[in-house]
């Protein structure tokens, strides 16, 4: 099973978003993230989700545009921006949509801006947790 985590920078939401699916997957899915722009990691991201215990720092921010020929059986968009931009791929790939709350425009205290972040992981995590339960039913 093949399954594309996209959204807008592929810097935040999707990076921890592939990280939690990559974990309750585990072999039974490929999971890839890419963004409709790349925008690169972004630090936040990687800092919330080693508190998890979840190493991110391997991935890499991809363009969609090099994803076009995999077959997937999911995408799942996690952002507005990227549902209204994803292009139709070919096949028989289902697609989801759940806009996430993006942490990365939050400014403020050192402690606001954790925060966020935490917000916006634990509701990745429980939608990655649930989506893995429902969909790949391991």
Do not use: W
């Not at 990687?46 to 998890?52: F, G, H, P, R, T």
């Not at 289902?94 to 916006?120: C, M, R, Y």
Request: with cysteine; charged share 20%.
């Amino acid at each position: 099973m093949n399954i594309l985590v996209l959204c807008t920078g592929n810097s935040c939401r999707s990076q921890m978003a592939e990280g939690y699916l990559k974990l309750f997957a585990k072999e039974h899915a490929t999971i890839y993230s890419a963004g409709v722009e790349t925008h690169g990691l972004n630090p936040g991201a990687v800092a919330i989700m080693k508190e998890d215990g979840i190493d991110i720092t391997g991935h890499t921010s991809n363009n969609l545009n090099e994803y076009l020929e995999i077959p997937f059986d999911y995408i799942l968009t996690v952002c507005d921006h990227a549902k209204e931009r994803c292009p139709f791929f070919p096949g028989k790939a289902t697609q989801l949509h759940h806009n996430f709350f993006d942490p990365s425009k939050v400014q403020g205290t050192d402690a606001e801006i954790h925060a966020a972040f935490l917000k916006a992981r634990e509701e990745i995590k429980a939608y990655c947790h649930n989506f893995v339960k429902e969909k790949i039913a391991i």
